[in-house]
């Protein structure tokens, strides 16, 4: 059972020089995830300016209890209250430094490989466009699959703790790679080799791809930009700096690519803006929302600039965390911080038009969407309550809740397949995988094919006839299902394989998949 504590007497009466020693403690315990600097490796950069409005209090909570949805352990088992405050405290400091990471220090880690040599075409026999990445952050690695035999072709090294999904080019041939710590990787899959790597950011969320596949967007909380890099070489071709209308900097909690809009767009964290960013100097729909916008009169929605990377402000009532797009580019479907209610915001005339109601943080990113009866529905799981809302994506209710055996983290269809396929990612049902029948919203199968461990993650073959699923432990493995007879193929050994990507689906932006 978790050991609630309160800590506000000990905060404000412990003077710094009378307790345990919270710089030794970090050392000791946090060091490992969140780096010596505090910049953040695998767990988050711990720095006022990256904490926000997690202070004293909440912040000792957070040490002493963990923290949901994350792999931040609880430590009220191994530390005494006193040094929980301690290292409270001295995370709560400032760095001697504010950290900067300037253009010329993003330039300065860039390391193409010498060796690299672009091959003319598939060095495999394999499709290319059926090759599915898996990665493994057992031991930060990708395994290159074959999506038909399912062979390993490549498995090789990533940076320290990739999050998010890869991004490939456009013609699936290449794909970037980012890791919590800013590093951004490219590997070129027809060659079965790495290109090279850079650091855009020194703690990011996630990236897009442009839609013309020339640029690359890197989402950061430190510094607060928003990183461009050109697919081309991995050279930076703008680092924005993210500042609110109120003059105040910001984290981007996400941003994602708009292939229809021609535009990045992305959510802000710490202040209730949606930046969209054209990738095209003539970004013709992006045009026509801002025109729009002006005849409405809303000056905020006013793009700041002209031409390549302009910038467009929307404003919206909360800073939203993630979201999902509708179909045709035109709404997006966030969630607020606190994760009690979900918002849609038009991009074409820039504001709020509808609210749903949507408790229990749900997770928008893993949001799919697909048409029964006619009708456009998306679901989402939640990550504090055991069910998904599906939701009509016309007139924006909510069509049911399936009741599901606990929190869950993704989803998975596609448009080949009857079924949506989603985890229970937390609790005592983390060992299942609900398979759902897309026209009745009921569960079909309650797969639980590793008792005791971790399942999660769904990724499609191109046809969508095998679906790949992940026993998400260091000694896991990826599950090959039947998607229709849903029977187990085969089982490949893998180290905590977390997502996986086939290039056709995500080339193709498939429907049952997210972003
Ligand atoms: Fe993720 C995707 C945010 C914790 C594994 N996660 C994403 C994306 C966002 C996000 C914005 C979409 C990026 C994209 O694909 O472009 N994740 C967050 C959080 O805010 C959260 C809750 C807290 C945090 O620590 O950042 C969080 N995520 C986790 C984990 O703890 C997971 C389970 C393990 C891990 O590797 O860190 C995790 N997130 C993933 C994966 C994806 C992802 C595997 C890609 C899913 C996909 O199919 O595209």
């Known amino acids: 059972m978790i050991r609630h504590i309160v800590f506000s007497s000990l905060l404000a009466a412990t003077p710094a020089f009378a307790g345990p020693d919270g710089t030794a403690i970090f050392a000791d315990h946090c060091s490992s995830c969140h780096a010596e600097t505090r910049l953040g490796g695998t767990g988050p950069a711990l720095i006022p300016e990256a904490l926000g409005r997690i202070k004293g209090e909440a912040l000792a909570g957070i040490i002493a209890n963990g923290r949901v949805a994350t792999q931040m352990p609880a430590f009220a088992g191994d530390l005494t209250v006193e040094e929980i405050a301690a290292v409270a405290a001295y995370i709560a400091e400032p760095l001697p430094e504010a950290p900067s990471w300037t253009t010329a220090d ?6 193409l490989k010498t060796n690299y040599i672009p091959a003319e075409k598939p060095v495999f026999a394999a499709d290319p466009m059926n090759i599915t990445l898996v990665v493994e952050t057992g031991d930060h690695h990708v395994s290159v699959l074959d999506g038909d035999t399912f ?6 090294a990533t940076p320290f703790a990739v999050h998010g999904g890869p991004k490939f080019s456009p013609d699936g041939r290449f794909v970037f790679i980012m890791s919590r ?51 081309a070489d991995l050279s930076v071709a703008k680092v924005i700096d993210i500042i609110g209308r109120d003059g105040g900097p910001s984290r981007v909690s996400a941003v994602y690519q708009a292939p229809d809009r021609k535009s990045f767009v992305l959510a802000l964290k710490d202040v209730p803006e949606v930046w969209e960013v054209a990738t095209d100097p003539e970004a013709g729909p992006y045009h026509e929302g801002f025109v729009h916008s002006f005849e409405k009169g809303m000056e905020e929605s006013l793009a700041a ?22 179909p045709n580019y035109q709404n997006l479907i966030g969630t607020n911080r606190e994760g ?11 504001r709020e038009i509808a609210e749903l109601p949507l408790p229990g943080m749900p997770h928008l990113g893993s949001g799919i969407s697909w048409m029964r009866d006619g009708r456009r529905v998306m679901a989402t ?25 606990g929190p869950g983290f993704f989803l998975r269809s596609h448009e080949n397949s009857p079924y949506v396929w989603a985890d229970v990612f937390f609790g005592p049902h983390k060992d299942e995988m609900h398979v759902i029948d897309k026209k009745t919203l009921k569960i079909v199968k309650t797969l639980n094919p590793s008792p005791g461990k971790t399942v999660a993650h769904v990724e499609f073959t191109r046809d969508g006839s095998k679906a790949l699923v992940s026993v998400w432990e260091d000694d896991g493995a990826v599950i090959v299902y039947d998607a229709a007879t849903l029977e ?28």
């Open 151 to 156: 062979d390993v072709l490549d498995r090789f």
């Open 181 to 231: 710590d800013g590093w951004v990787q490219k590997y070129d899959i027809w060659s079965l080799a790495e290109v090279g790597r850079v650091r855009a950011g020194l703690n990011s969320r996630n990236i897009a791809m442009s839609h013309d596949g020339n640029w690359l967007a890197v989402a950061n909380y430190l510094p607060n930009t928003l990183t461009i890099l050109s697919t």
């Open 106 to 111: 993003i330039e300065a880690t860039r390391d």
């Open 381 to 405: 799981p939640h990550l504090r309550e055991g069910m998904l809302s599906v939701i009509d994506m016309q007139s924006w209710n909510v069509v049911t809740t399936i009741p599901t055996n």
């Open 488 to 515: 187990e193929i085969t089982r490949l050994p893998m180290k905590k394989p977390s997502g996986k990507y086939n290039v056709w689906n995500k080339i193709h932006f498939e429907e049952g998949t997210s972003h």
């Open 305 to 326: 600039e002209e031409g390549l990377f302009a910038r467009r402000r929307i404003m919206v009532e909360a800073p939203i965390d993630d979201f999902f797009f509708s």
């Open 340 to 350: 009690d209610k979900g918002v849609v915001v038009n991009l074409i005339v820039g």
